[in-house]
């Protein structure tokens, strides 16, 4: 029998889709072209393979990170499972052991009969055939299905200024190996002693910021003359960058010190740099929120200026890499269908999301809708109440002109009719409430499916 849906890319939306679609009995042939071909990210041949940080952000009830990760267990995510089986200590973020997560998915899609695994490039998309196809090729898409994609949405990116050619730049934190981290100047703590105190914080006095700041900025980037034109994605920019906008802002963005008292002064330090564990050995922490541009050798001599970092061994540096999104608003229906080609479906970064959850999330909708397409089930959105909702309400009705990806956050959901001015209480409330439209949502299609 032949496969019902297609996937393309076997990242994190696109497994979760193919899992998804499994679960409903339906057939998938999934693409995933690493080993084959890589990208500039990856560094394995393993699905749904974290390529920076290792964090799927909040856990702490009522944040809206929360919410969706609540909706997604609700869902039945196979990807949000496997994290909470290789979670490791990360204060009220879920954090996991980046190795065995992305094993481990590769595992349970590799051993699922209804799924076959076909290790090669996609270049081609037949939209005019029967075929359901999932495009999840995520923010590293190759170069190839990258012009296919621009000629199945021909005119549209040429009407976006700030999304012309489907792309943009972001960047990645380093990695250091733990044991080369001088214990005796950092400290441990979370950030206004939320959860447990499982970051490294390496203080600095004035003196130490100063240094490290010209440092800095006297530091070479890769491509120097042809950095300022590449169009950063802002709520990830590389550090040199933000350094280039003022002398504090470094203090006010990745290296802020408030809510993390040094317990040796009992006072807050200058600034500080935090480190976040990697894996559950804790051999080895990234640089939170420290991507950059430079040069290796630049990079390694200018963060040893950090102190407890002197003789740091860096198993990753931070690097630039290109960032491929479509234009939802004027492509994508709410079922992350093409509105010209409802064959099509989009999931994950590329279809204009931003973070690891969120890519998630949409590869689990998308393969929801695609499965229902294959068994002939009508199409039900998820509720605009909803995270799942408000996700690709955004992605579908944002301003198509000055569209950018997007994490989930309470701005994207919609406001509560009675204003709640305690803030805490109002993310309660919306959280209920998404909960609540979010669960009669999933018995709706639960009874639709049961029907067809
Ligand atoms: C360098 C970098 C750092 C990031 N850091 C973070 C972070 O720290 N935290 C965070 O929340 N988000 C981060 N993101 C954003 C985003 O959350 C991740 O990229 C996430 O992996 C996106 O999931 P995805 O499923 O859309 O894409 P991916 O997980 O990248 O999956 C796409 C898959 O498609 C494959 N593929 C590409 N083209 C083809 C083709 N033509 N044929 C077949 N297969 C193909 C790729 O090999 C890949 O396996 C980062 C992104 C990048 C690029």
Redesign the pocket.
Known sequence: MSAQVRI???????SEAAWQCAQRGVDVEL????PVRS?P??QTADF??L???N?LKSDSENTAPWLLKEEMRRAGSLLLQIARECAVPAGHALAVDRVTFSAKVTQAISREPRITVRRE???SINESSQQITVI???????E??AAEIARLSKGVHDAAPRNPHLYFY?S?SPIVEADSIDMSRVYMAARYDKGSADYINCPMTPEDYGRFYDALLAAQSVEERDWEKLNYFESCLPIEEIARRGRDTLRFGPMKPVGLKDPRTGRMPYAVVQLRQENLRADSYNLVGFQNHLKFGEQARVLRMIPGLENARFLRYG?I?R?TYINGPALLRETLQMKAHSGVLFA???CGV???VE?IAT?LMAGQHAAALALGIELAPPPRASAFGSLTHYVTQADAKNFQPANITFDLLPALEKKIRDRKERHRLQCELALKHFDEWLEGTAATAAKG
């Open positions: 393309i890319g076997a990242g994190l939306a696109g693409f995933e072209m690493r990208t990210a990856h749904a393979e390529v920076c940080s964090s490039e996609v270049t999840a090729t995520g923010p590293l898409t190759s190839a299905l972001d990645i690097q890499h960032n994950g970064q590329i931003e973070g690891y890519s590869g």
